[in-house]
């Protein structure tokens, strides 16, 4: 059985289980351990948590255990459990919220079992706990209605301010890094752009690969594709392109140009702390 088939049948009996909704026992809780046995097989287990349709089911079941009568004997490592998973899949406020109730007391064994940089989580909440509590939570609420454009402009908020700390800064760096590209164009300049300024072209190419995988085959006439020629170069888009639309290329040119693709570095250690959001450039 390859890894995604055992992902897959790992992932059906966690859905099992969940779907027992018998909160009166641990059997739903089954679910949890089964996203997180997948997302130790992924170098960034964010990408398991943030798939659509996980993280509300977790939610639920973290829900339910904590306010289940028959399973009070130990909320220490349940709410431990819902600190991580909440911080993995990106609910920065329900992490910090339940970090708080534990005055920063995770259960160090839950710790232990996710695997993960728990310096790099308190850096995360002090951010949301801090000044700049409110932008972030305003940017969040802006994600989960699409308005990205919004978002974008929240979080380069903090690279604005030149008393931003390091851990703010890349806060704020890692949130625009899991922007995406998409059919508004004038919202993807300002992300390309934003990109650029923090030196992170290849992360251009990245997200331009991503984006033609949804969208199909680019208007080269447009603004959008023309924009992105001038600020990483058209043989470079035309690089991407054909990695995307590989249909006449044999599979083992197929796989050196992807990898070629996934060694672009998408995150780097920031070195400014303005943003790019307010520089007028040529569209």
Not at 17 to 35: L, N, S, W, Y
Not at 256 to 277: D, N, R
């Amino acid at each position: 059985m390859g890894r995604s088939a055992s992902h897959e049948a790992v992932y059906n009996f966690g859905l099992e289980c969940q779907a027992t909704e018998r909160f009166d026992t641990r059997v739903p809780g089954k679910f949890v351990h089964a996203i997180h046995l997948i997302s130790l097989d992924h170098d960034d287990p964010t990408v398991v948590y943030r798939r659509p349709g996980v993280y509300p089911l977790l939610r639920k079941v973290f829900e339910n255990e904590l306010t289940s009568p028959q399973l009070q004997s130990n909320r220490q490592a349940d709410k431990t459990h819902y600190v991580l998973s909440a911080w993995l899949a990106g609910d920065f406020e329900q992490s910090a919220r339940l970090f708080n109730e534990l005055n920063g007391e995770l259960d160090p064994d839950i710790v232990k079992y996710y695997k993960v940089d728990i310096q790099q989580l308190q850096q995360d909440l002090a951010v949301i706990n801090g000044k700049w509590g409110n932008t972030t939570r305003l940017g969040f609420i802006a994600e989960d209605k699409g308005e990205f454009a919004v978002a974008l402009a929240h979080y380069a908020q903090m690279l604005d301010d030149p008393q931003s700390s390091a851990e703010q800064v890349r806060f704020a760096w890692r949130q625009i890094c899991r922007l995406s590209f998409s059919h508004d164009e004038d919202y993807s300049l300002k992300l390309a752009y934003q990109l650029d300024r923090m030196g992170l072209r290849e992360a251009i190419l990245v997200k331009y690969r991503d984006h033609l995988e949804v969208s199909g085959y680019p208007n080269k006439n447009g603004v959008f594709y023309n924009a992105l020629a001038r600020l990483v170069g058209r043989h470079n888009l035309d690089f991407v392109e054909l990695v995307v639309h590989k249909d006449n290329l044999l599979k083992e040119e197929i796989d050196e140009l992807c990898k070629l693709i996934e060694i672009y570095p998408v995150e780097a250690t920031p070195q400014f702390s303005q943003s790019a959001i307010s520089t007028d450039r040529e569209a």
